[in-house]
């Protein structure tokens, strides 16, 4: 069973910077899609990045131009670069498979709370 380990998250000011990572055990994280998600207090978890195996990207409009997607296949990891980091950025962060039914999503992970103050 694959196993999700987030890291990276703090507090931080905004308009500063975090760099998030997930680890993923099993060689299968390789093969499919990943992405990061975060859900906020009081609110449903939503879907904020994708990177395909390939590399292909894709974006939340309130992320798009300040967050920067990307993996280490051979690390079986995923990263998240944040940039210009906003209050309404505050959430608690996980990695996961993307672009499959909600039924195939790995086991979640126990996420890294991200804090943005004004």
């Known amino acids: 069973q694959v196993q999700l380990v987030e890291s990276g998250g703090g507090l931080v000011q905004a308009g500063g910077s975090l760099r998030l990572s997930c680890a993923a055990s099993g060689t299968i994280f390789s093969i499919n899609a990943m992405g990061w998600y975060r859900q906020a207090p009081g609110k449903q978890r939503e879907l904020v990045a994708v990177?395909?195996?390939?590399?292909?990207?894709h974006y939340a409009d309130s992320v798009k131009g300040r967050f920067t997607i990307s993996r280490d296949n051979a690390k079986n990891t995923v990263y998240l670069q944040m940039n210009s980091l906003k209050p309404e950025d505050t959430a608690v962060y996980y990695c996961?498979?993307?672009?499959?039914?909600?039924?195939?999503?790995?086991?979640w992970g126990q996420g890294t709370q991200v804090t943005v103050s004004s």
């Open positions: 996961n498979k993307a672009l499959i039914l909600p039924a195939q999503l790995f086991a």
């Open positions: 990177i395909t195996y390939g590399g292909f990207t």
